[in-house]
């Protein structure tokens, strides 16, 4: 096995630990904090497995998730941040159309962020996202990633049944 592909494997191990502990942490902040320390995990992840495109996208969320940890993240930032992603993560995408995945992911969850306040429509938009990092992540053979993907993404459909028959 190529050696990139171990540190890249090793990095996605590091992230998926840490996106698993952002789950279950009810304080905002300490949420914020375990998702920036995910991103930084994915982004050394997506430069040792060569996914361009995932490490301008990540190294974006990571600038939105700073701002949003010292309350600093504003609609206008936000805004701004969202047009960066797409433009930068076009530019680097070195991927072909698996490559875009990471974009749109990143761009539609932040758009319902910003558009609804409905919990089961964000769940639905959460398993979207996951759906889409998923394929990136087996495209990119970071296989942890990928697994922690899938876990989250079947946990937020049980989320969303419980709701649902509630």
């Known amino acids: 096995m190529q050696s990139y592909l171990i540190i890249g494997n090793i990095f996605s191990l590091l992230s998926a630990f840490c ?9 905002k902040n300490d949420l914020i904090w375990w998702q920036i320390l995910d991103i930084i995990f994915c982004i050394l992840s997506n430069i040792s497995l ?21 309350n600093k993240l504003t609609k206008n930032k936000t805004l701004i941040l969202f047009v960066l992603c797409i433009v930068a ?16 992911a990143s761009t539609t969850y932040t758009i319902f962020m910003y558009t609804t ?33 899938m876990a989250l993404g079947i946990w ?11």
Not at 50 to 70: G, P, Q
């Open 89 to 104: 993560g076009l530019w680097a995408n070195n991927r072909g159309i698996i490559g875009l995945f990471p974009i749109i």
């Open 156 to 166: 937020t459909l049980v989320q969303i049944y419980k709701n649902k028959a509630s």
């Open 19 to 27: 996106i698993a502990i952002s789950v279950i942490k009810k304080n």
């Open 50 to 70: 060569f996914a361009y495109a995932a490490l301008t996208t990540n190294s974006i969320a990571l600038i939105r998730n700073v701002w949003a940890y010292k």
């Open 117 to 149: 306040k409905n919990e089961q429509q964000m769940r639905w938009a959460l398993v979207s996202n996951l759906m889409l990092w998923f394929v990136h992540d087996v495209y990119v053979q970071a296989y942890p990633s990928a697994l922690t993907d």
